[in-house]
């Protein structure tokens, strides 16, 4: 890792805007080029990360035990949540759709927030360890975290199109909400955090 | 006004380098470059993590001012038609984009509805009606007021567009009715189809550090 440290952009006290690619001096809090706003604060960017994976694993909870869905069917009401459906997908030889449900609504938010803690952990403690990988790990989470919105259109349409009366009716439950609101937050904690934060401690010697 | 910021920005900016080549910091891996001018078809890798710096794709700007265009017209259209119909037990429904929207809307869960239609129809729409604005002004070579403003809410804006993921969206929920109901496609839904492949066209395109070097160039002259 050594011999990144005089190339780093942060080890001589400059940083990159996300929008325009310019190159200004650490510590501005607004792009001179372009205006948006910089991460600026080192604590605070941390701070926030975790405010946002707080929140979402709050909102992880409801979006995941309670209905998603109410299905009406003949007059006979069931709700069933996220779990749920992806049984009853697999149940009735669906296997793929289960799966692809089952990767973006449960495992990816859950995998995002794991990985965002421990990156969030990893720099708290001013860890040098395999910094390259944990910077592609960072960028893999943001890449994919949009991707578990998928449940979220999926309820939208079945609501939207299943409304039959007695016969047939979809109503969304309130889990729907708390998903996508979810998803949006840890979508806001990935933006939160700074992968530069991650290496710090390679510059040490000559960065802020 | 954004131009005259601009010219600040740049001479801060030339101040600070010292060899020829504008410096450039890798996003991936935060690695300090001297960035050259690239050529039609060239593309800059990081040296150290291989991350795609900057790619001047030929035509870019005519392209995306026309698949913009295009992607915007399709948007229309996938609201004027049915979108999706459903017939069960000898009952049959279609309903068009917005109604579907509106039905959201109505189910006590006005929330859900609005995070709908501000990911598939406004923030697409916003995205696409922005390059427009930016790449027919840069295609002319002169900048219009506000295009670094709009040009730096496009990009911001990338990641909340979330159309392709509404068309997955659509699939699975297909797979999932097609048991129990037969499921149509209307028009509509084949234009906002087309709407998306535009859409992710000029997406693809879209390159942070060209497009800014070329606003940095017409605001210097």
């Keep these: ?75 006979k009401e069931t709700e069933s949540t996220i779990l749920g459906g992806v049984v009853t997908l697999w149940e009735h030889g669906s296997e793929p759709i289960a799966v692809i449900i089952l990767i973006a609504s449960v495992l990816v938010p859950l995998g995002k927030m794991t990985v965002l803690a421990w990156l969030c952990l990893s720099v708290q403690q001013g860890s040098n360890f395999a910094v390259a990988q944990k910077t592609k790990l960072y960028r893999v989470t943001e890449y994919v975290g949009r991707w578990s919105m998928i449940d979220v259109y999926v309820v939208g349409i079945l609501v939207a199109l299943i409304q039959l009366g007695n016969i047939m009716t979809i109503r969304p439950g309130v889990a729907a909400v708390a998903f996508a609101a979810m998803v949006v937050t840890t979508m806001f904690a990935a933006h939160a955090f700074d992968p530069r934060l991650l290496w710090a401690e390679v510059g040490k010697d000559s960065g802020k | 006004m954004s131009a005259a910021n601009y010219k600040k920005a740049t001479k801060t900016a030339d101040s600070m380098v010292t060899n020829t080549g504008a410096q450039m910091v890798c996003h991936e891996c935060d690695l300090l470059l001297g960035m050259p001018a690239l050529e039609f078809g060239q593309k800059a890798f990081c040296p150290r993590c291989n991350f795609l710096l900057a790619a001047n794709r030929p035509h870019a700007l005519s392209l995306m001012f026309a698949f913009a265009v295009a992607g915007l017209g399709f948007l229309l259209l996938a609201t004027a ?4 119909g459903f017939s069960a037990s000898g009952q049959e429904r279609t309903v068009t984009l917005l109604q579907s929207i509106a039905i959201l809307a109505t189910e006590d869960l006005p929330s859900l509805a609005a995070i709908i239609f501000t990911s598939i129809v406004a923030i697409p729409a916003a995205l696409l009606a922005g390059i427009i604005y ?22 911001m804006l990338v990641p909340w567009s979330m159309a392709e993921i509404f068309l997955i969206g659509i699939l699975v929920s297909f797979v999932k009715i097609v048991t129990i109901a037969d499921v149509s496609f209307g028009m509509s839904f084949w234009s906002y189809v087309l709407f998306t492949v535009c859409l992710t066209i000029v997406v693809l395109y879209l390159d942070k550090r060209e497009l800014w070097s070329r606003v940095k160039m017409l605001s210097n002259d």
């Design chain 2, 134 to 155: 930016v790449t027919g002004a840069l295609n002319n070579n002169r900048l219009l007021p506000g295009t670094v403003v709009t040009l730096r809410w496009v990009i």
């Design chain 1, 1 to 75: 890792m050594t011999e990144h440290t005089p190339s780093s952009a942060l080890a001589q006290g400059l940083q990159g805007c996300e929008i325009c690619t310019s190159v200004g001096p650490v510590g501005e809090d607004h792009c001179e080029c372009c205006g948006a706003t910089l991460h600026s604060g080192w604590d605070v960017s941390i701070q926030h990360t975790w405010a946002w994976l707080a929140t979402s694993a709050m909102l992880y909870l409801p979006a995941n035990f309670l209905p998603i869905t109410y299905s009406r069917f003949l007059g």
């Design chain 2, 81 to 84: 038609f049915p979108f999706l």
